[in-house]
Nanobody, 134 residues
Framework: VQLVESGGGLVQAGGSLRLSCAAS???????????FGWFRQAPGKEREVVSC????????YYTGSVKGRFTISGDNAKNTINLQLNSLKPEDTAVYYC?????????????????????????WGQGTQVTVSS
């Protein structure tokens, strides 16, 4: 599965952005069989999960720092996963990556608060830069 992110940019604190992750290249599988996640990596920091959506029931997970500000959603007709970013803060500045896997890694975050190794996820996008100025 190939993933392409878009929608990043420069925004002032308090502003909003909408990130999209377009998925393609499904072979004998379907978009709705995959769990999807948004991750981010700031300079000098490890990559961290931001939000994810389960492949089983499309339930969602958000890391604590973005709860109430970010919203993940899926569009089965367009094979797209979106992430709405509201009330942005300078600390949200990072490269945002989309990831997908047939394994419901999102369930691990929901049940245990942590997921599998990022390298074990089968598909990653190239990332899109989000910069929030103060």
């Amino acid at each position: 599965v190939q993933l392409v992110e878009s929608g990043g940019g420069l925004v002032q604190a308090g502003g909003s952005l909408r990130l999209s992750c377009a998925a393609s290249g499904f072979t004998l599988t379907h978009f709705d069989q995959y769990a999807f996640g948004w991750f981010r990596q700031a300079p000098g920091k490890e990559r961290e999960v931001v939000s994810c959506i389960s492949s089983v029931d499309r339930s969602t997970y958000y890391t604590g720092s973005v709860k109430g500000r970010f919203t993940i959603s899926g569009d089965n007709a367009k094979n797209t996963i979106n992430l709405q970013l509201n009330s942005l803060k300078p600390e949200d500045t990072a490269v945002y990556y989309c990831a997908a896997d047939l394994f419901d890694f999102c369930r691990l975050y929901m049940d245990y608060g942590h997921g599998q190794r990022h390298a074990d996820l089968s598909s990653w996008g190239q990332g899109t830069q989000v910069t929030v100025s103060s």
